[in-house]
């Protein structure tokens, strides 16, 4: 190789390295510039997501809220139910009462169609009595 092949081989390595250099200044330069910009977007949607989680919590909180009331709102109901079933149980039972009560007249009813009136109920007339049963 010539010294003046040398020479200009040199240079150009130089110039390349100078470049080179240059590229990775920016380069380094890039990547810094643009790691902050990503950690300024990052803050801005953990902050975002901050303010969702706590809007979530509040209606979280809210509709826990909302759930005891209306638990409580059915246990009311329940009792109320309750109250009611117990009403009605001495409704029927009353009910059975009369209608055992009922049949029971009737039979005796039915047993006294067709008696004379004249020996139980009536002084002055004969009569036939006729119950409907």
């Not at 638990?71 to 009311?76: G, L, V």
């Not at 139910?81 to 009353?94: D, G, L, S, T």
């Amino acid at each position: 190789m010539s010294l003046e092949l040398a020479s200009r081989l040199f240079d150009w390595s130089s110039i390349a390295l100078a470049i080179g250099a240059c590229i990775v200044f920016v380069a380094t330069a890039a990547i810094v510039w643009l790691g902050i910009v990503k950690e300024h977007h990052w803050d801005l949607l953990r902050e975002h997501a901050n303010e969702k989680i706590a809007a979530v919590g509040l209606e979280a909180a809210k509709a826990n809220a909302e759930l005891g009331a209306a638990q409580a709102d059915i246990a009311k109901a329940n009792a109320q139910i309750a109250a009611a079933n117990e009403v009605a149980a001495k409704a029927h039972e009353r009910a059975a009462a009369l209608v055992l009560k009922k049949s029971t007249h009737r039979s005796f009813l039915s047993r006294m169609n067709g008696i004379r009136c004249e020996r139980y109920l009536c002084w002055v007339k004969p009569c036939t009595v006729a119950f409907a049963p």
